[in-house]
């Protein structure tokens, strides 16, 4: 018989340990990952389901209150962790989420779980179930990526930098023979450096960028623990280049890259990319992802720069289910469909209008 309890810090090392061994575990259901959305304007419920006291499945759930409404939504990113083929679990872990959602007055609660758009059975589960598809048709198309490239780096290093594209081989050895230097034993006080290079990709790139504070936040919560690395390029003594990585369980992610505009030509980010890689593979990961690449390959589509640039280290291109929200309250939920897209394009009006201003 399964049994459910929310779970607080004295249970932090079992419930990490779970999420870290399960097929579907990840970063983003780790204790500390609630903790960083925490001091936002998230809050952390961890969910531990348990059968004659082993853990059989785990899901970090977000919850935000919806502005004007004494109403919340509920977020598992890259939820549930658990046997998503065992239907019985996963009926009794969703029902234990209703059950949660009524004492907190949640109108929905989204997943994007990580997990194939091949796997047939369980996209068979979630219409079943009556999950409710939310796909978006911009950028990454979701919260999440649903389009990555995953490289396996089980094999040897030689192997591995072998199967890379002729370009991406050709780039990283000039890099090398440039003189680009990556600094790996980055500390805190060159966070802000990177960030400020951040800041400088993302108005080239027209990309939004967080405050420092959250990268601060993810410094704090990760990288004690070793779930975090910040790597630096240094072309002639200057910072060029960084990049931020996470490592949780045998999986290592890209997750943020930043680059200046000056010193391009000496190609930081394909050395980047290779260290990155090795220090996965020197920490037992077996597989690196390189996050979010667009869906529409075209050349055409402004990110297909992006999609190159990953493409050219020979991972596999990676297509998620995407995102299903499982609804509570179905009034609630068209107010919120109806309204938020709304919200979200003014604040995208105002974003640019700053932009514009500032030239």
């Not at 340990?17 to 204790?31: M, N, T």
């Not at 936040?217 to 002639?236: N, Q, R, S, T, V």
């Not at 998620?320 to 609630?332: I, K, P, T």
Request: charged share 30%; glycine share 6%.
């Amino acid at each position: 018989m399964y049994h459910s309890r929310l779970i607080g810090p004295e249970d932090k090392a079992v419930f990490n340990e779970f999420v870290k061994r399960a097929v579907k575990g990840h970063i983003l259901q780790s204790y500390e990952w609630g903790e960083i959305k925490g001091r936002g304007d998230w809050r952390p419920l961890r969910l531990m389901i348990e059968e004659a006291g082993i853990t059989r499945a785990a899901l970090t759930i977000l919850e935000r209150r919806i502005p004007g409404l004494r109403k919340n939504i509920f977020y598992a990113p890259r939820g549930p962790v658990g046997d998503i083929d065992n239907w019985e679990l996963m009926d009794f872990l969703f029902s234990e989420v209703r059950n949660l959602a009524r004492k907190h007055s949640a109108i929905f609660l989204k997943i994007d779980p990580d997990v194939s758009v091949k796997n047939q059975n369980f996209k068979e589960y979630l219409q079943n179930r009556k999950f409710v598809t939310a796909e978006k048709e911009e950028g990454f198309e979701g919260v999440q990526p649903k389009f990555v490239f995953r490289l396996d780096i089980n094999p040897d290093e030689e192997e591995l930098f072998n199967n890379f594209h002729q370009k991406t081989r050709y780039n990283i050895r000039l890099a090398i023979k440039k003189g680009v230097e990556i600094k790996e034993d980055c500390t805190k006080e060159e966070l802000p450096i990177f960030y400020e290079i951040l800041k400088e990709t993302t108005e080239r790139d027209n990309f939004l960028v967080r405050p420092y504070g959250y990268f601060a936040d993810i410094w704090d919560c990760l990288k004690p623990l070793g779930y975090m690395k910040l790597f630096m390029a240094y072309y002639e003594g200057r910072p060029i280049a960084g990049t931020l990585a996470f490592l949780f369980g045998d999986t290592a992610w890209y997750i943020y890259g930043a680059s200046s505009n000056s010193y391009r030509n000496v190609m930081p980010n394909y050395l980047l990319q290779w260290t990155m890689i090795k220090w996965a593979k020197a920490n037992n990961c077996t597989l690196y992802d390189f996050r979010g690449v667009p869906g529409h390959l075209t050349e055409e589509n402004p990110l297909y720069g992006l999609y190159r640039f990953k493409k050219g280290f020979n991972g596999e291109y990676t297509e998620f289910v995407g995102e299903y929200d499982l609804v509570f309250s179905s009034a609630y939920y068209w107010l919120w469909t109806t309204l938020e897209p709304i919200y979200q394009k003014n604040i995208r009006r105002l974003i640019n209008l700053k932009k514009k201003l500032k030239k």
